[in-house]
Structure formats: C-alpha cells, structure tokens
C-alpha cells in the first residue's frame, strides 16, 4: 500500500498528520506530542493503513470538512509550515532548525541532528 502523507506545523504548537491511502481513504490527526507524530509518520511510510487501522481519524468518509487546507496566506504570515508528499524521513531534515519548538521536536524524534545532513 502507498500512502500520500503531509505533515502541517501550526504555531501554536500542533503537529497534523495527513494520510491519504491509494484507495483515497483520508486520515487526519493532529499531535500534540511529536514523538507520537514521528512513530506515526514511520508506520505511514512503512505503509500502515492509518484510515482503517488507527483511532483518532479527525475526518470520515461522509464529512471531510474538517480536513486541514494552509492557505498560501497564513503560511506565508507564519500560521504554518507543511510538508507535502513525504516520501522519507530525509523531507524533515530542514524542521530540526526551524526556530518552531514543534518542527524541532518532530525532526529529533525522527532522528535529525542539528547541521543534520542526508
């Protein structure tokens, strides 16, 4: 299974998990902890079922309203940061000194060190 993930940091301090599997499925979760969020963004990319699989789906098949949009504007006014079309833990490599406790939080969990290179 291929999944579609995106992550969005918001500045106050959450951390949103998007999954998307290849049937179109979508699974929302925002994270307060980012350890949790990284063992999540691992099993995603290992191919877990997350919309099937795991509690906490903040959209449903009938309703996706509450599924999460940046506007351009409130990335571009510091409301959040996101990245689109993970395909490694590498993508986070940049989040480690970000100057955002959250993405900082979320790029160690994953294992990035600070002047972390690929």
Sequence with gaps: MTNEINVIADN???ITLQVINDNGTKYQHTHDDAAQCAIDINAALAGDNAARDWDGN???DEDDSAWLIASDDKIKNGGYRELLGVESLADFADWIDSG???CNDLAAALGHKHGWTE
């Design 12 to 14: 106050g301090g959450g």
């Design 58 to 60: 903040e959209v449903s």
């Design 100 to 102: 955002w406790g959250n």
